[in-house]
Structures are given as C-alpha cells and as structure tokens.
C-alpha cells in the first residue's frame, strides 16, 4: 500500500466526478494523477481513469470495487437491466444493504472487501431478513474458510471474489430463501412516501383518513394490514421500479465507471459529459 491508497475510497463517487465533469478539478484526481504518473499530462483522463481502476484491482479492492464488479458480473453479465434492477446503500434497521438485485427474487450482497472487518457481519445479516430473503456475504478468497464456517447450516450464501477480479465458482454457497423473519415494519421502512401511499391504496382502495402528524403510522398501519407475502412481493416490485435505464446506455460507460454511472442516473453524471471529460487530455 502507498500513502495514495485511500483516496482510491474517495475517487470513485459522484462528488468527485461531478466536480472533475464540470471542469473544476478535484485534489483526489490530482493527487493520484500525478502520484501514479510521470507524465499525466500525456494522457486522457479515460486513460488515467483506466489505469487507475486497474491499479487499485491489485493492490486497494475497496467497497467501490467489489460493488462494480457485482454489477459487471451479475446485473450487466448474467442478468439484464430490462429485467433486474440493482440497489445500493439500502437501510435496513440499524444496517446499510451494499448491493441488492431484484428480479423475481431479492438477493441482498453484503461485501466485506479486502479492508473491511467481520465485526458487524453477524447483526447486518440479522437486520437484512427483516426485508428481504435471499442475503449473500461477498468476500475475498482469504475470508471463505471463515464465512463457510459461520454460515454452514444457515440460508446465507458466499460469493468469493478471486485473485482475478472474477467471481469464483468453486468456492462458492448459493443464498437459500428464509422468509421466516420478513416483517411488516421493516419492508414499510423500505419504502418512501409516494411508494407506500401507491401500495395502501393499490390494495386497500383508499389511503387513510389522518393529519400530516399521523399519516406516516395511519398508512402503516393499513400496510401490515396486507398479508405479508403478498406485501413482501408488492415492495419488491416497487423497489424493482425506482431505477429505469438502458442496456446500451450502461454498457457505453466504462467498465471501471458503470458502478458509479447506474448508480447516479439522472444526476450530473449524464453519458455525454462524461464521455467529454474521458476524451480530454489531463489537466490540472
């Protein structure tokens, strides 16, 4: 590791490259541009970008990392955005979800990269099959040992990601559906305001009669009302429509970029500033 190797955490959001789209600049592209390369100014920012991505593939594989990949190899390699939706940075009780695709299951993937620790692990899960019921641990080769141990006779899967950037398939435990834990408080939790009215008065016929003071507990209330399999399959389908893009629209972005571009439709990061600030030489 080299004093750089933290603001790789910092690069990859939308902050940072909304600022470097709009011609401002940032000190964390800077800092790694010219930390990095003798002659930055030689080269594109797609090609910095390129071989920052890289870099940080061998030696710093942080969150943005793992959650690129999973979209890389899942959402846009195995699956399709016409028919799966991905998420991230989902709260779930006290618990912030990574990585949850939805298609006609949910599958929540909890990443612990190669800097995180397990401390957490045991009550993220726990708060995740409040809402959900498919919950996998993404991780690094070095940590399957331990993750087959805690989770040998539970419905958690593991997905290992290899030395090679590629989701292994030897070492490998397939997330088994536990629908025993879902509740209705926490799948209301997931939705928001125009979400959970749509839901009461799709099933109900009408939405409550309460003051703004009380509206949040009165549809709540109608919301637990719902058997909860049928709710649980309604909130997935809403949650399943929060995101609308295309195939092509994606897979013209970058690979190294795609995390950070689906993530952030319909902000600053449009294709078309971005494809701009890639071609463009390096400059302070």
């Known amino acids: 590791m080299s004093k750089h190797d933290g603001l790789y955490n910092k690069l990859f959001t939308q902050k940072v490259f909304e600022a470097l789209m709009s011609k401002k600049g940032h000190a964390v592209y ?26 940080m593939s061998k030696c710093y594989r942080n969150e943005y990392f793992y959650q690129n990949t999973l979209l890389n190899t899942l959402l846009l390699g195995k699956h399709s955005v016409r028919t799966t939706t991905a998420l991230s940075q989902v709260t779930v009780g006290k618990a912030v979800a990574d990585f949850i695709l939805i298609n006609g299951k949910a599958v929540v993937y909890e990443i612990k990269s190669d800097l995180d620790s397990f401390d957490r692990l045991e009550s993220q899960i726990e708060a995740y099959y409040h809402a959900f019921d498919h ?3 993404v991780a690094p080769e070095s940590s399957f040992s331990r993750l087959n141990t805690m989770f040998s006779n539970s419905p958690v899967g593991i997905y290992v990601l290899t030395a090679r950037n590629t989701i292994s398939t030897k070492q490998k435990k397939e997330p ?6 879902l509740s209705h408080q926490a799948l209301f939790k997931l939705l928001r305001k125009r979400e959970y009215e749509h839901v009461v008065y799709s ?3 009408f939405l409550p009669e309460a003051t703004p003071v009380f509206w949040y507990e009165a549809c709540e209330a109608l919301f637990s009302k719902i058997p909860l399999d049928q709710a649980y399959r309604v909130v997935l389908k809403t949650l399943k429509n929060r995101v609308s893009i295309e195939q092509e629209q994606i897979q013209a972005v970058p690979y190294s970029l795609r995390s950070l571009a689906y993530f952030n439709t319909g902000t600053a990061l449009d294709a078309a500033s971005l494809q701009s600030f890639l071609n463009q030489q390096y400059r302070r």
């Open 30 to 55: 800077q800092a790694l541009a010219e930390a990095d390369f003798q002659h930055p100014h030689l080269l594109s920012n797609g090609e910095i970008i390129h071989k920052l991505y890289s870099q």
């Open 135 to 137: 919950v996998c641990v």
């Open 176 to 181: 088994v559906a536990d629908s025993s834990k």
């Open 203 to 205: 099933y109900h016929g």
